[in-house]
């Protein structure tokens, strides 16, 4: 099975594409989609949409892992992250893939047996998982890794 895993965001959204076989994962690609600040919203979620569309026809997942929300303060991020998820659950569906959702608790317990886990963990982790050199960058890269990760251990 081919899973995508994001890390929604608006300014950097982290994706990462593994093939699982068995309870092997190996990384087929992985990287993040940057948006400029100071552009619009609506051309910032249309440059989310193009690029996803672009890295689901060129990876050819069946199935998206995608983190859920958690904010604890920041509203505007918060909305702005949300739109953005909207963006990316639409594209998943538009390009008929299986979507799970995934709470960054869920997430850590899945790759470290432990909900509080700290990134470091969680990156280090994925590094092994994957049987990596080095820990995959930016964070956001590393935790849509962990997302996809985490549900190719919900679908065994």
Do not use: W
């Not at 100071?38 to 949409?49: G, P, V």
């Not at 949300?82 to 639409?90: E, H, S, W, Y």
């Amino acid at each position: 099975m081919r899973i995508l895993g994001i890390d929604p965001g608006t300014g950097i959204l982290g994706f990462g594409v593994i093939d699982v076989v068995g309870s092997k994962a190996q990384l087929v690609d992985a990287g993040v989609i940057r948006t400029p600040v100071k552009e619009d919203d609506a051309i910032r979620l249309q440059t989310i949409y193009d690029e996803l569309s672009d890295i689901i026809m060129q990876t050819k997942p069946q199935a998206m892992s995608v983190e859920k929300l958690f904010f604890a303060q920041n509203v505007t991020t918060a909305m702005t992250v949300a739109q953005a998820r909207g963006v990316v659950l639409l594209c998943g569906m538009q390009n008929q893939l299986t979507i799970a959702e995934y709470t960054p608790l869920q997430i850590k317990q899945a790759l470290t047996g432990y909900g509080r886990a700290d990134k470091k963990q969680i990156q280090e982790m994925v590094r092994v998982l994957l049987g990596l050199k080095d820990v995959p960058k930016p964070d956001d890269c590393a935790d849509a890794l962990a997302a996809a990760i985490c549900h190719s251990m919900n679908v065994r």
